[in-house]
């Protein structure tokens, strides 16, 4: 079996700078490395190697990428492959992926294993994509690999809990943690270096199969927009609630509101909706769809068309009355029993036969687990541009969309436009407030779907956990601890502020919370309203993850802890007295 390791070089993420005179991330003198989460798929390959089997990892980069490379022989793969040529340079998503898949269908492989994003562009959008141009199934977010008689089970991270797979090889899967942590050695070993002419015969100038040219997205600018901190320090609890609540009610999400915007065009000649897909949770919309939608009444205004709800699942009636009354003028539904459970060959297939044949023009989806999984494969399928993971969203007087897209965990945002329609995009949740439901009445349209795929992929379990993870999506206020704090002692004012709990990496690492809690760069991304970190790691790692909260507030022993500093409320202190009245404050 050979497996192939899909790896990039970035630079460190806690050693970016941005230049505020040249408005560009300062490069020089920054170290790089192998994006963690490819190490660890390296290292997955390696424990899953037997006999006559070979582990090779491949990048796409410049000259100096090789030194990601020479670390991956340190981690044991058998050899590498190295896709450098200026034809390649620039590419987004998907001229990278293209260019990936043919240097895999080159190649030959089995197996092919990504990390589950890079830290420095947190796309999530490589592996999907590279699976829709190979034509074979993939998985996300795998926390645990195990081959079966030339069949692979993958346990995977859901919004859920997780879930267990099984899928056919050849198949691309990309890896959120290994049984082991990686570890290189130094080691020499062969290293090939391709370019565009060993991929293709017929390579041209301004190739649209490679780089810029092959790219339907552009980046425009890059701001750095760093939140920045009160920095408070108070005495009492009943002080830190107030200034809490006074900080918060200054800090909302994106405004919304039902009343439309003005086509943008001074003489409107084409007129387009807006469509978001709507995902379900427990039978109902999810708060990150609402959100979507409230968003959309502003983006379909600017754009002169209708605000479109897309309702895929099944037993979906719930979920079609709650979109009407939060925004959506239009419904699309379509339900399917092969829709009941997520797994991507049904799902992709849906959405793949809607778009094609309806056309919207921009397509919102929310970036949960399960969106980060859907639109890539979907965008990578039909070759359109996609932007993953936006914070906001907005339309230029040419009906284009603009998305702003965060990158190093949320402090460095590109501005991006796509040049292909329709316009996709997944979007963080908790990025704009729901609007106030409304007795509204919705125009309903059935949709036929054509004979949905079984497809090879196979749901074997499934293990919801309790809270499930998407609560720290949702929720007003959200907890993040260290390893040192006690979950028993927080969890009745915990519950009472309708708080989930989440941890630090050290945290999950410990067991104190589950790994689908994590929160930080390598872990979720959150932004309730309110924040609360107690006893949690102050490093760049966990606080990025916390970048677009509204209000930090912090709780730590130690007066000179760097938690303090970073949040804007800080209680220096015993966190079993002020963690508990805190949340009950603020409940």
Known sequence: MKIVCLVKQIPSPDAIEFDQDTKSLKREGVPLIVSPFDSLAVTEAVRLRRPNDEVIAMTMGPPQAEEALRECLGLGADRCIHLSDRAFALADTIGTSRTLALALEKEGYDLVLCGRKALDAETRQVPPEVAAFLGCPHATGSVGLDLQDERLHVRRETDEGEQTIELPLPAVVSVARAEREAAAAPRDGRIDVWAATDLVDDLHEDDK??????SPTRVLAVHDVTPERAGERVGSVE?????????AAERPAGATGWDKPPHLAKEPGRFYDCWTLVEIIDGRASRASLELLAKGRELSGKLGGANVALVLGHDVDAAVEAVSRHGAEVVHVAEDAALHDYVPEPWVAAVRSIVERERPHVLLIPATLRGRDLGPRVAGELQFG??????????????????HKPAYGGNIVSVIMGSTTPQLATVRPRMFEPLEPRAADAEVRRIELPGLPQGPTRLLERRNTDPPPWRLDEAEIVVGIGPSVDVSALEGAAGRAEAPIGGDRNACAAGVV????????????VAPSIYIAIEADPSFEHLTGTVKAGVIAAI??????????????????DWRELAPALLTALA
């Open 556 to 573: 730590a022993a130690d007066e000179r802890s760097p938690l303090l500093d970073a949040a804007d409320v800080a209680l220096a202190g």
């Open 209 to 214: 199969r490679f780089g810029q040219t092959g």
């Open 239 to 247: 002080e830190a609630a107030a200034r809490i609540r006074a900080l």
């Open 514 to 525: 589950p790994w689908t809690a994590e929160i930080g760069i390598k872990g979720r991304a």
């Open 386 to 403: 996609m932007t993953a993971d936006c914070v906001d969203l907005g339309i230029d007087r040419g009906g284009r969309l603009v998305q």
